[in-house]
């Protein structure tokens, strides 16, 4: 395989379906042809979040770069900012909820998981192409 190199701005722009949040691959099936894993950075709004959910067969990470955020897991809510990274085990719940505009880096490892809905719609899951095309959650 040949290494490459993309920046953020030459990237599809996925926009969530549900207000305030956004998304960019690095690493996907699409641009890589690998499920090995699934990596980008998000932005969300502030006051944006993720449904309350799990992933199962995945591990995965958040790395916070810029603003604050809620992070909700089974042990409860804790405030990240600058500098934290999240890691959730397998079948782990978890949502991030935006205290102001938030930057991180997301990485989830196999890209071969379910994602399940714990408080929230199917909606969450939905984001929209700046090319106009839905790409939807596994």
């Not at 190199?5 to 722009?13: A, G, Q, T, Y």
């Not at 099936?29 to 499920?35: S, V, Y």
Request: charged fraction near 25%; aromatic fraction near 12%.
């Amino acid at each position: 395989r040949m290494a490459y190199l993309f920046h953020e701005n030459d990237l599809p722009r996925l926009v969530s379906t549900v207000p305030g949040r956004e998304r960019v691959f690095f690493v996907s099936k699409e641009l890589t042809d690998t499920d090995a894993m699934l990596a980008g950075v998000m932005h969300y709004k502030k006051g944006a979040a993720s449904p309350l959910h799990q992933h199962a067969n995945c591990e995965h990470f958040y790395f916070i770069m810029e603003g604050k955020a809620t992070v909700e897991t089974a042990e409860g809510v804790r405030e990240v900012g600058p500098g934290d990274l999240i890691f959730f085990p397998a079948d782990n719940r978890h949502r991030l909820r935006a205290l102001e505009p938030l930057f991180y880096f997301e990485y989830q490892a196999p890209n071969q998981f379910k994602t399940t809905i714990l408080e929230g719609t199917q909606d969450d899951l939905l984001w929209e192409r700046k090319d106009g095309k839905v790409w939807v959650q596994s």
